[in-house]
């Protein structure tokens, strides 16, 4: 599609603007446009109302021989909605505004009619000005009459106000921050309850955990029975403390090994084989198993391996 975008055109060599024939058309020709009503008005032939934003299919003319600042004038023409009568009004560039012509009268113009009535008589009074020149004088005088009166009246009111309302800003002002810091003690005192809320609450949690946990060791210990008479401590047997139930608990999951008889199973007795030096003690040591007595050695025979080996077949024999 951008090729069919053309820019640029081609005129040929003889080409002259001047043959070309113009249109002509006439000054006062009519267009169809779409617009809106400017201002409310009501038809004079059936009486309805037409509201303003009402939009219509009018006709646009140039007036002929009204001209306002080199800006021209146009005219529309529109038709009532329930009658159909023709309704024209024109543009005022003046005052910014549209005027009514024929076949509706405009609402709400109150305002637009005291305007016009200042602008005439303030014309009038300027053209009597000019040609006399004691009705200056005398227009001045009732002006300045007139604003001193206005001056007074305004003085009178200012002073009848300040009577009924005697308003101190100051102490408003006062009033506003004492109001603030009352709200700011209030805040801060609020978070300190809740702040104190909060610690009791955190207290007692910790204090019901530390009970159940007493609780709970108070059950798992027994409790001593009070006993009548001082000499029932002898002939009752003695309870163990709670500290040794975790020392039983600890040995039936594992088991005991400070006994001397388990331990006794770790070490291996090495058998010596008799020498001849010690062949005449071998009858001694006969003697001394049998007895259950400990065996002695020599300072020169003996070892450290032998003693831990009488050390065990005494451990044997004292178990058996």
């Not at 000005?129 to 009166?149: A, F, G, I, Y």
């Not at 770790?266 to 003690?281: C, F, I, M, Y």
């Not at 007895?291 to 058996?320: H, I, R, V």
Request: aromatic share 6%; with cysteine; net charge negative.
């Amino acid at each position: 599609m951008s090729e069919r975008k053309v820019l640029n055109k081609y005129y040929p060599p003889d080409f002259d603007p001047a043959k070309i024939p113009k249109l002509k058309l006439p000054k006062d020709r009519q267009y169809v446009v779409r617009l809106m009503a400017p201002f409310n008005m009501r038809c004079k032939t059936c009486g309805e109302y037409i509201y303003k934003g009402k939009k219509f299919n009018a006709r646009k003319e140039t007036v002929q021989n009204e001209v306002y600042l080199g800006l021209p004038i146009f005219r529309f023409y529109i038709k009532c909605t329930r009658c159909l009568a023709e309704i024209t009004f024109k543009t005022d560039p003046e005052n910014t505004d549209y005027t009514m012509e024929h076949g509706a009268t405009r609402n709400f113009q109150a305002e637009k009619l005291l305007e016009e009535e200042e602008k005439r008589m303030q014309k009038e009074r300027e053209e009597e000005e000019l040609n006399n020149p004691m009705k200056v004088l005398e227009n001045r005088t009732k002006d300045s009459k007139l604003e001193m009166e206005v001056l007074e009246n305004l003085q009178e009111l200012k002073e009848l106000n300040q009577r009924q309302a005697n308003v101190d800003f100051e102490a408003m002002l006062k009033q506003y921050k004492e109001y603030e810091e009352e709200q700011k003690r209030k805040e801060q005192e609020e978070d300190e309850q809740e702040m104190k809320a909060m610690l009791e609450e955190a207290q007692n949690r910790r204090l019901l955990v530390d009970s159940d946990s007493d609780e709970e060791s108070a059950k798992s210990c027994p409790k001593p029975v009070a006993k009548i008479k001082p000499t029932d401590i002898l002939q009752e047997e003695p309870q163990p403390p709670c500290k040794k139930l975790k020392t039983e608990t600890w040995e039936r999951s594992v088991g005991k090994l400070n006994t001397k008889s388990q331990l006794a199973g770790l070490v291996t007795v090495k058998k010596q084989k008799p020498g001849p030096a010690l062949a005449n003690g071998t009858e001694n040591r006969g003697t001394t198993a049998n007895t259950g007595s400990f065996p002695t050695a020599t300072g020169t025979t003996s070892s450290s391996l032998g003693l831990l080996g009488a050390y065990s077949d005494s451990e044997d024999s004292a178990s058996d």
